[in-house]
């Protein structure tokens, strides 16, 4: 790598540690540690919610499916605005009028403690598999370009992410993700910069060319919407449901506006977050198209094209921005995963009773587990990473479906709910082995969840109302 190049990366880290470290002097209690003492701004907040929910593999992976196909993805991103107006007209208004630390409360307020910390669990073994497996595809991305060793790439992420997380909070983290997101849409624009200016033909040139090739389709009218995630109805469907389920029900992501002034400051933040999402996905794939004119039509191992385009063609400097920009991917993601986890844990799990100091080491707990995760398994670990990646899909239609009856005023047994739930997870396992496409699972899972919980409790509501099985009426 160019002394330049290393450079700006090292600058990069320094100033991001930096930071966070003068920013933590202001962290006073848990509360401005985990919330930012409710008071941040919600530009700053929407910022946020897109550069954590934009791991790497967003990153490198949007880039290679516009390489190798088209547009369609997009579909998914359409979905995304309209699940977050969903979100933000259903449950945000709910989570503001209680109050709540932690979006679980809800739970917990309505069916007991008991099914607040189930599921609290079940976020925090979403975000540990999820997030573990981005981290270490992070680094694996970093040793393609850089040639550092994966164990050392994970190391340098993640000691340097520890710091400003543990010494910031949360404050400091939707700063700094702002700080990043900007970087890595600035690196991508640059991108289309560079390769429009080295192309042989002009830009407009260059989309017409695209367009003839079909590369540049969004819209996919396909009738098998059961099986093909990409059809139009399938993936703008599976948009909406992911968004009601990350940014509905997933403390993570929801933990961002929690800590905006108001209601009407939350709903800026999150439906401005899927508009921004969707300008960040078309400038990921406008330069995988692009870099497909560029390179032509070259065999390049799935997911590396991004990667290989920065380290063969891109001038120093500019790759140097470009790995800062990999690098603020990998650690926005990295950092909120740390402080949501250590956050359902002091609320959920302990009742909100932790000094800021105790905060901290719950902090530090968790990003052990998640460095070790990155440590302990390698690239050629392909089951983990794609159970890292569809693990959301399987757990978010059971927390969905438990939102949901949380607005029933019926009074469901606990036996009901913890069996509605589990069988909401199964019905996900056979829907992947009948072939069922991933769009569907959440939708499927929340259904199952929400028929079983009522039918079960129909069932021992019967059963506790008679003498056993005789039919005697107590």
């Known amino acids: 790598m160019h002394t330049l190049d290393l450079t700006i990366i090292i600058c990069f880290l320094l100033a991001m540690a930096g930071y966070g470290i003068w920013q933590g002097q202001s962290n006073q209690t848990k509360d401005d540690y985990f919330l930012g003492g409710r008071n941040l701004p919600w530009i700053v907040a929407m910022f946020s919610i897109v550069a954590t929910e934009t791991s790497v593999l967003t990153f490198v992976s949007v880039p290679g499916i516009a390489f190798r196909g088209d547009w369609t993805f997009l579909q998914l991103a359409l979905g995304y605005i309209f699940g977050r107006t969903l979100v933000s007209a ?242 926005s993601t990295l950092s909120s995963s740390i402080n949501s986890l250590a956050s359902s844990t002091v609320t959920d799990l302990l009742g909100g009773n932790a000094s800021l100091n105790r905060s901290r080491l719950i902090s530090l707990g968790w990003a052990t587990v998640l460095i070790g995760i990155a440590l302990v398994f390698d690239e050629s670990d392909n089951a983990i990473i794609v159970l890292g990646l569809k693990i959301a899909s399987y757990t978010y239609g059971g927390l969905i479906g438990l939102f949901l009856l949380s607005g029933s005023n019926r009074h469901f047994h606990p036996l009901s709910l913890t069996l509605g739930f589990l069988t909401g997870i199964l019905a996900v396992v056979i829907m992947e082995h009948m072939g069922v496409a991933w769009t569907w699972y959440i939708m499927f899972s929340a259904t199952v969840n929400i028929t079983t919980t009522w039918t079960v409790d129909k069932a021992v509501r019967l059963f506790t109302a008679t003498d056993g099985f005789h039919g005697k009426a107590k």
Not at 128 to 152: C, H, K, Q, Y
Not at 242 to 270: E, P
């Open 90 to 331: 259903v449950l945000l208004p709910v989570y503001f009028r209680e109050g709540v630390d932690s979006i679980y409360e809800v739970i917990g307020k309505r069916f007991g403690q008991n099914m607040q910390k189930l599921a609290s669990v079940v976020f925090l073994v979403t975000r540990i598999l999820a997030d573990g497996v981005r981290f270490l595809a992070t680094a694996v991305v970093v040793e393609v370009i850089t040639g550092w060793p994966l164990s050392v790439s994970v190391l340098i992420i993640g000691i340097v992410t520890l710091v400003y997380t543990l010494a910031g909070g949360i404050r400091t983290i939707v700063w700094i993700d702002s700080i990043q997101f900007i970087l890595y849409l600035f690196g991508g624009i640059m991108t289309i910069v560079f390769i429009t200016a080295n192309l042989s033909v002009g830009f407009p040139e260059a989309l017409v060319h695209l367009a003839n090739e079909q590369k540049l389709q969004i819209i996919k009218f396909d009738w098998h919407i059961f099986s093909e995630p990409w059809a139009f109805f399938s993936a703008f469907t599976g948009g909406i449901l992911l968004s009601l389920g990350s940014h509905g029900v997933d403390y993570m992501l929801v933990q961002r506006v929690l800590g905006c002034k108001n209601l009407n400051a939350a709903r800026k933040a999150m439906i401005g977050s899927g508009i921004f999402v969707f300008l960040q996905f078309t400038v990921f794939l406008l330069a995988g198209s692009l870099i497909y004119l560029f390179i032509g039509d070259m065999q390049v191992e799935k997911d590396r094209e991004f990667a290989f385009f920065i380290v063969n063609h891109l001038p120093v400097g500019l790759k140097g921005l470009l790995l800062a920009g990999v690098l603020s991917a990998a650690m």
